[in-house]
């Protein structure tokens, strides 16, 4: 009964982990049709130790506040309801204009609507960074928000430090999600985790387990770490070996499937 409930999770994983190179984009319109995307930056502004997209994708460039609320304006005037703000990193909008996401959100949802803005991607160092406003930000329109994706990637520090994802302590994200949890029950956290990064140890990645627990996200992605071409971590002494990256992807599918809440906000009814 129980293996019957997991193994659709692990296949789709296993679906998902070969696109883990993808832009999240692509993925998404693979799903739903439906949903009316809006290309708001190109780029990105941080260097993950692992990442080699951002060699393809380059710098952060931001398209002007203005031509993209056109485009909202127009998505709506058609009828959509999903809107999917596309870019490398949401959060980091509008930082090379002199602007913000929380300016982003801030002209979207100053339309009235019945519309579901999808915030995918969003390094959650931008969250923490301006989290009072956001956080009020978000809580003024949760009925124009469903979710919103934070891939945090791991929930220790010595790891998050050589990922190289902006520089901010697992204390603080832990006290935050928290209380973005108690003041937005309706808001759905989804998150990514990245297993076997080059010196990860058993303890490193209890933390990221232990994070999980205490946030309960409603939805966690595994990708197992590979070496790409070019990147800073492919250089990195103490490799995890594949089959303890294999054993820590399947044991943390099974833990989430334990302790994540994928389905409450059907239960309660309110979608
Ligand atoms: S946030 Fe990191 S992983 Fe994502 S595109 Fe930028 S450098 Fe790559």
Redesign the pocket.
């Known amino acids: 009964m129980f293996i019957k409930r997991l193994y659709p999770k692990i296949r789709q994983l296993k679906l998902l982990a070969p696109l883990a190179k993808k832009e999240k984009a692509d993925i998404i319109s693979i799903f739903d049709n439906n949903i009316f995307k809006i290309r708001v930056s190109h780029g990105?502004?941080?260097?993950?130790s692992?990442?080699a997209?951002?060699f393809a994708?380059g710098k952060l460039r931001s398209r002007p506040l203005e031509e993209i609320i056109n485009e909202f304006k127009e998505g709506l005037k058609n009828g959509h309801k999903k809107i999917l703000p596309v870019c490398?990193?949401l959060g980091?909008y509008g930082i090379d204009i002199g602007l913000s996401i929380y300016d982003l959100l801030k002209g979207i949802f100053q339309y009235p609507g019945d519309y579901k803005v999808l915030l995918n991607?969003f390094?959650i160092y931008w969250l923490l960074k301006d989290f009072d406003r956001l956080k009020y930000l978000l809580k003024s329109n949760q009925d124009k928000i469903d979710w919103i994706l934070l891939?945090i990637q791991s929930g220790s520090d010595k790891i998050l430090k050589q990922m190289n994802?902006g520089q901010y302590p697992v204390e603080l994200m832990k006290k935050n999600l928290t209380e973005l949890r108690k003041e937005i029950p309706s808001l759905e956290l989804k998150t990514h985790i990245l297993v076997g990064f080059p010196g990860e140890t058993s303890k490193d990645f209890q933390e990221s387990l232990n994070l999980i627990k205490e946030i309960k996200f409603n939805e966690v992605c595994f990708f197992k770490y590979a070496d790409l071409p070019n990147t800073i971590s492919s250089c990195m002494p103490d490799k995890v070996s594949e089959i303890i990256k294999q054993i820590r992807f399947v044991y943390g599918v099974w833990f989430c499937s334990i302790w994540c809440r994928p389905y409450i906000k059907k239960a309660s009814g309110t979608r």
């Open positions: 990105c502004c941080f260097q993950c692992y990442c997209i951002r994708i490398g990193d980091s991607d390094n891939p994802r």
